[in-house]
Nanobody
Framework: VQLQASGGGLVQPGGSLRLSCVAS??????MGWFRQAPGKEREFVAA????????FYADSVKWRFTFSWDKAKNTVYLDLSSLKLEDTAVYYC????????????????????WGQGTQLTVSS
């Protein structure tokens, strides 16, 4: 089982970017994105369930980031827009076999599989 995240880079404030995470080896009940800024703990960004329904977002990214799931490709995406300096972080893809509900879907310890992370730097 492997999660391969990609798409990070250097973006100016106000810019946009798409992160991708390809899951191989199995399908998951829940997938999400977390991020870790320099000197800070890893934090929840967004997540959703294979079964569909509500997509969950951190308040700090709501209305700016969009989570999507291409089930045919077993890939999840995070579309980031209106980027801010404080969005600079390493972004991690996470997954779990189970179908998570709130509040556990926002909790790092509830995800058993993690990608290697992709760096996003927002800078002018």
């Amino acid at each position: 089982v492997q999660l391969q995240a990609s798409g990070g880079g250097l973006v100016q404030p106000g810019g946009s970017l798409r992160l991708s995470c390809v899951a191989s080896g199995r399908t998951f009940g829940t997938m999400g994105w977390f991020r870790q800024a320099p000197g800070k703990e890893r934090e929840f960004v967004a997540a959703s369930r294979w079964s569909g329904g509500t997509k969950f977002y951190a308040d700090s990214v709501k209305w700016r980031f969009t989570f999507s799931w291409d089930k045919a490709k077993n890939t999840v995406y995070l579309d980031l827009s209106s980027l801010k300096l404080e969005d600079t972080a390493v972004y991690y893809c996470a997954a779990d076999e189970g179908t998570k509900i709130a509040p556990s879907i926002r909790t790092e310890s509830q995800f058993n599989y993690w990608g290697q992370g992709t760096q996003l730097t927002v800078s002018s």
